[in-house]
T-cell receptor, first 114, second 112 residues
Framework: KAGVTQTPRYLIKTRGQQVTLSCSPI?????VSWYQQTPGQGLQFLFE???????NKGNFPGRFSGRQFSNSRSEMNVSTLELGDSALYLC?????????????FGDGTRLSIL | DQQVKQNSPSLSVQEGRISILNCDYT??????FLWYKKYPAEGPTFLIS?????DKNEDGRFTVFLNKSAKHLSLHIVPSQPGDSAVYFC???????????FGKGTKLTVNP
């Protein structure tokens, strides 16, 4: 069974640019969540999508946005990139929304801002 | 305000012995707890979870214990193997939410 697939694996951008990251969940999983991992802050929740609707949002500025498509695939977008946005961005999927079932993670997109 | 804390940044054990990783939380609304293992350059891998209605859950070499009154959970790995060497994250969520709150992780090294 294929796992969570994130593309691209690595990305280099400059300040002020915008970026779109993609996530394909495990087949049959309908909930997709995004996390940011940095050495200082650890793993932090960005947002969660279920049935194309954002159900939950973490404490990040509006420059961070996302969406989910009817096939459960998800994208996240970061606009006006800042140096501090350099991080590993992880996508996770679970069978249903509502908690109580484990989230399974992809290998992430490593974003570097120059 | 760190709601999930893993106070030991690192732990070293001998192969074949027990590894005990600890995690404390402050939010009494958390009702679902998970442990993940992470190798460098890979995403976290789900290991085991426990609901707040239980105090123990076992899966092969991995057992998670939950002490709600102390707001403490632990992961026991028996016997430890060199391939278990990784960073272990404790995570928690509260009622009906997919939002996971993670600890900062404990790096486990299992020496042959």
């Amino acid at each position: 069974k294929a796992g969570v697939t994130q593309t691209p694996r690595y990305l280099i951008k400059t300040r002020g640019q915008q970026v779109t990251l993609s996530c394909s969940p495990i087949s049959g999983h309908r909930s997709v969540s995004w996390y940011q991992q940095t050495p200082g802050q650890g793993l932090q929740f960005l947002f969660e999508y279920f049935s194309e609707t954002q159900r939950n949002k973490g404490n990040f500025p509006g420059r961070f946005s996302g969406r989910q498509f009817s096939n459960s695939r998800s994208e996240m977008n970061v606009s006006t990139l800042e140096l501090g946005d350099s991080a590993l961005y992880l996508c996770a999927s679970s069978l249903e929304a509502g908690g109580g079932s484990p989230q399974h993670f992809g290998d992430g997109t490593r974003l570097s801002i120059l | 305000d760190q709601q999930v804390k893993q106070n030991s940044p690192s732990l070293s054990v001998q192969e074949g012995r027990i590894s005990i990783l600890n995690c404390d939380y402050t939010n009494s609304m958390f009702d679902y707890f998970l442990w993940y293992k992470k190798y460098p350059a890979e995403g976290p891998t789900f290991l085991i979870s426990i609901s707040s209605i239980k105090d123990k859950n076992e899966d092969g070499r991995f057992t998670v214990f939950l002490n709600k009154s102390a707001k403490h959970l632990s992961l026991h790995i028996v016997p430890s193997q060199p391939g278990d060497s990784a960073v272990y994250f404790c995570a928690a969520s509260e009622g009906g939410s997919e939002k996971l709150v993670f600890g900062k992780g404990t790096k486990l090294t299992v020496n042959p």
